[in-house]
């Protein structure tokens, strides 16, 4: 049975109250569930169950509002006064060796010429990223259709490629052998390619199991 539950209902339950009160409200929940289930007794043993899924409910919404947060840094004064004199980083985007340049943001596939499609899911999606960030809360709060960054890098001497959300927060690879082949695909074509993708799916995240991520990678061309 699917999870009636979902991230979106979570945060309505929730909208308006401040994190202090969920703290508040969550360690009250978690204490008292648990003394609850203690005496045992059927209906305690109910309410205790009720006050601890209300406490994993609110550990649920403030994990959601620490990843929103993560994403979005408020600009103090001081760096209000400096930002002019901060380069403005320039947003994803495939540099061609023309110089022209093709802003990820902007991409609808139909201005391209298609040259090859890859259909696959994300591997790795389980592990943390190298900056402490996990890769499945940010799998959690992405959707389908959103766009996605391949990174090449070299992984023990073979072409690897990191796949990330449009912000930059990496969700995990593309397995070893596809990387492999688009990597001697793009090479060997005689014209100029840059890959572009979409997520396609969110598998998972009910009853405890962990998320997947199915994509589509296109290598592009200009026409």
Same mark, same amino acid.
């Given at each position: 049975?699917?999870?009636?539950? /979902?991230? &979106? =209902? ?19 929940? /978690?204490?008292?569930?648990? $003394?609850?289930? *203690? ?9 205790? #169950? !009720? ?20 994403? *979005?840094? #408020? ?20 540099? !061609? ?7 990820? #943001?902007?991409?609808? $596939?139909?201005? !391209?010429?298609?040259?090859? @499609?890859?259909? @696959?899911? $994300? *591997?790795?999606? @389980? ?5 402490? @960030? ?5 799998? &959690? ?8 960054? !391949? ?5 023990? +001497? =073979?072409? #690897?490629?990191?796949?990330?959300? &449009?912000? +930059? ?5 593309? =397995?070893?052998?596809?990387? +492999?082949?688009?990597?001697?695909? %793009? ?9 572009? +993708? ?10 405890? %199991? ?5 994509? *589509? ?7």
């Amino acid at each position: 049975m699917k999870n009636p539950y /979902t991230q &979106e =209902k979570i945060q309505a339950m929730y909208n308006g109250i401040t994190d202090a009160k969920l703290e508040k409200n969550k360690k009250s929940y /978690t204490i008292w569930g648990i $003394v609850c289930i *203690v005496l045992i007794h059927p209906i305690c043993l109910a309410i205790g #169950a !009720f006050l601890l899924w209300r406490s994993y409910l609110i550990s649920k919404e403030l994990s959601r509002r620490n990843a929103v947060n993560a994403h *979005v840094v #408020a600009p103090s004064p001081a760096s209000n006064q400096i930002a002019s004199e901060v380069p403005q980083v320039d947003p994803p985007h495939y540099c !061609f060796s023309d110089g022209a340049k093709i802003y990820l #943001a902007d991409v609808d $596939v139909n201005d !391209f010429d298609v040259v090859k @499609t890859y259909h @696959t899911k $994300v *591997v790795g999606v @389980t592990y943390e990223n190298d900056d402490g @960030t996990d890769r499945q809360l940010n799998i &959690e709060y992405a959707h389908r259709g959103d766009s996605l960054i !391949f990174r090449e890098f070299d992984y023990d +001497g =073979k072409p #690897a490629y990191a796949v990330h959300l &449009e912000d +930059g927060c990496q969700i995990g690879n593309l =397995k070893e052998s596809l990387a +492999g082949d688009i990597s001697d695909f %793009m090479d060997s074509h005689e014209k100029e390619l840059f890959m572009y +993708g979409e997520i396609t799916e969110i598998t998972g995240g009910d009853d405890g %199991m962990k998320y997947g991520c199915n994509i *589509v990678v296109y290598l592009l061309a200009r026409k």
